[in-house]
């Protein structure tokens, strides 16, 4: 029987949307392969995992309080031996402990990929290239395989009244583990830009990183689902951080709404955001590239647009 294991990511008891997005994605896998899938959670969000997944293991990080790439797949190495497929979002953690996984258990790997088929039998996985304008088919092969599925591929999915007990695995904690001490992960109201389902993202339009608190105000405005994200040279002066930074080389979002302010729209940048909903643009030059690609544009001094907008969102007007 096909077995899919899903490595959650976790902030603190609560799973990560993403999570619950390849959560999704594993049980349609499971469904059309004829198998069944599992997850494996710290012990902590082990009583949110049980109300999605059929199959359980926590493991207990015995009081360290984040567990990094390293620690991740060092416990993943011991469980991921008895699935077939193993699962995780592509984010920043996601990748990172996949590429380890791979070369760790020497096991084919297709990262950042956006769904699946089955053909004979056999998963292929769907994996954009060229920034969205090509689609390859990914067949993976070998007895264990590994996925990473790009954030807001699949919808999240939903919480049921069933809660499925955690059944605790047995890790071995090796030296690397017992080496490292505590890691805290910073920590934001905000939603991680990859998951939010409104991103505002400012280029060097806005001239330096004392100007940002224009575009804080409109994400003030638009509530709590807004995140903030930048264009890469941004990142690159250290004006924001490299978290932020989207595109190719950088995140791939996909929100309902990008709101991409002062940023030219580089086929680089564009690479990162073609998956979002709706676009809307803001800049002064009404030759920017960036107006090729969104659903709305306003031509204007973005110092004088933005926080016009974000009144008029405050007033509902
Ligand atoms: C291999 C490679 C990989 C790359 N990867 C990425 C990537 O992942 N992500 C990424 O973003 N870039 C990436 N780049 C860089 C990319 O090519 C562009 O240089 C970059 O995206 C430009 O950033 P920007 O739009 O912020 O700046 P600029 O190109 O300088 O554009 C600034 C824009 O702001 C507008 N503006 C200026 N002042 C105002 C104002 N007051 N009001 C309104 N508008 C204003 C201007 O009209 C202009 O359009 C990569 C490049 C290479 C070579």
Request: aromatic residues 6%; contains cysteine; glycine residues 8%.
């Amino acid at each position: 029987m096909f077995k899919v294991l899903v490595i959650a990511e976790s902030s603190g008891d609560r799973l990560s949307v993403s999570t619950l997005e390849v959560c999704r994605a594993a049980s349609e896998l499971s469904v059309r392969l004829g198998g069944h899938w599992g997850m494996l959670v710290d012990h902590r969000a082990a009583e949110d995992a049980g109300v999605v997944a059929p199959e359980v293991s926590s493991f207990d990080l015995q009081g360290i309080a984040y567990a990094g790439p390293e620690m991740l797949t060092d416990i993943a190495a011991q469980v991921a031996k008895a699935a077939d497929l193993v699962i995780m979002p592509a984010t920043s953690t996601g990748k990172d402990v996949m590429g380890r996984l791979a070369q760790t258990l020497d096991a084919p790997l297709a990262q950042d990929c956006t769904g699946f088929e089955v053909i004979a039998g056999r998963p292929v996985f769907k994996r954009a290239l060229y920034g969205g304008k090509v689609t390859a088919n990914v067949k993976l092969s070998g007895e264990l395989t590994l996925v990473s599925f790009r954030p807001r591929s699949y919808a999240p999915i939903p919480l049921s009244d069933e809660v499925t007990k955690a059944r605790p695995c047995k890790v071995r904690f090796s030296e690397l583990m017992a080496a490292v001490t505590l890691q805290e992960k910073a920590s934001s109201e905000r939603p991680d830009v990859t998951e939010a389902s409104i991103v505002v993202s400012g280029g060097r339009g806005l001239q330096g990183p004392e100007n940002w608190h224009v575009l804080e105000d409109l994400l003030d405005a638009l509530g709590p689902d807004a995140a903030l994200a930048c264009s890469r040279p941004v990142s690159d002066e250290n004006w924001r951080p490299h978290s932020e930074h989207v595109g190719q080389t950088g995140r791939a979002v996909a929100p309902d709404l990008y709101i991409a302010v002062g940023i030219s729209g580089a086929t680089q940048h564009v690479a990162g955001i073609a998956r979002s909903k709706c676009i809307l643009a803001i800049n002064k030059d009404p030759a920017a590239p960036i107006f090729k690609v969104a659903d709305y544009g306003i031509i204007g001094d973005l110092f004088e647009v933005v926080p016009a907008l974000a009144a008029a969102i405050r007033s509902g007007t």
